[in-house]
């Protein structure tokens, strides 16, 4: 496959760097993508994704767009209140990059669905709000060898986490949190969050996905990336694949 004149105008800032060159875009355009969740992580992670020529991209989001929403889920505008949030973005997406290939289900992601929705995708993308989605994504790419890019955000704080389950030794979710937190972690409802970490934390994982699908830079996989917006702190710790874990079983 050659690069037309028009992808490679539309590419050309990216291109130019030698860790992607041409062939890297040719891999962005060949590669695809599941993002679950279209909120406050799902905004920019689809944005960019979409700018970075992204292929084949996947949407799962059961929600229908809140006013309480707009502060941080940067994608919708007042006159989405109401539409249904996977299709507004399979929408937006189309038109920043008309060439990207938009599958949107309007759904929640359950241990019954996701086979068949996640199948096609080598990369997972988590953008959810809750641990039982989180944990599922987690079991699924464990089971099926898929890399997923994991976030979470709540007040002024952030974690991104990177799984490749293509390797072998890749820690996993469940080797952080042995049981299942409570969502009280993660609600905005109650909790809140302030709209830039989620930028913050989405623009992070989308440059995650661009290094694992082109296998540059230092991978995340290994570490968790601690984000404190407050107090501006990034912080690198180590995890540890945990013995006893489902993901050492296999
Ligand atoms: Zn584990």
């Given at each position: 496959m050659l690069l037309t004149k028009k992808q490679i105008k539309r590419y050309s800032r990216q291109i130019i760097l030698k860790k992607i060159g041409p062939i890297g875009q040719k891999k962005l355009i060949n590669s695809s993508v599941l993002v679950v969740g279209a909120g406050g992580l799902g905004s920019p992670i689809l944005m960019y994704l979409a700018g970075l020529g992204v292929g084949n991209i996947g949407v799962v989001d059961h929600d229908k767009v809140d006013l309480s929403n707009l502060h941080r889920q940067?994608?919708?505008?007042?006159?989405?209140?109401?539409?249904?949030k996977s299709k507004i973005a399979s929408i937006k997406i189309g038109k920043i990059n008309p060439d990207v290939k938009v599958n949107y289900f309007q759904k929640k992601l359950t241990k019954k669905n996701i086979n068949k929705i996640a199948n096609n995708f080598n990369i997972l993308i988590d953008g959810s709000d809750n641990f039982k989605t989180k944990f599922l994504l987690n079991d699924y790419s464990i089971k099926n060898k898929k890399i997923l890019i994991s976030g979470a955000i709540n007040k002024f704080d952030g974690q991104v986490f990177t799984f490749n389950?293509?390797?072998?030794?890749s820690p996993c979710l469940r080797c952080f949190f042995q049981t299942t937190p409570s969502d009280d972690l993660l609600n905005c409802e109650a909790d809140g969050v302030i709209g830039p970490i989620a930028g913050i934390i989405g623009s992070i994982q989308a440059n995650e996905f661009v290094k694992e699908t082109l296998k540059?830079?230092?991978?995340?996989?290994?570490y968790i990336l601690i984000v404190n917006?407050?107090?501006?702190e990034f912080r690198k710790i180590k995890l540890n694949k945990r013995k006893k874990c489902i993901c050492n079983r296999n």
């Open positions: 940067i994608l919708f505008e007042v006159n989405d209140l109401k539409k249904e389950f293509k390797k072998k030794g540059i830079g230092k991978s995340l996989c290994g917006a407050f107090n501006l």
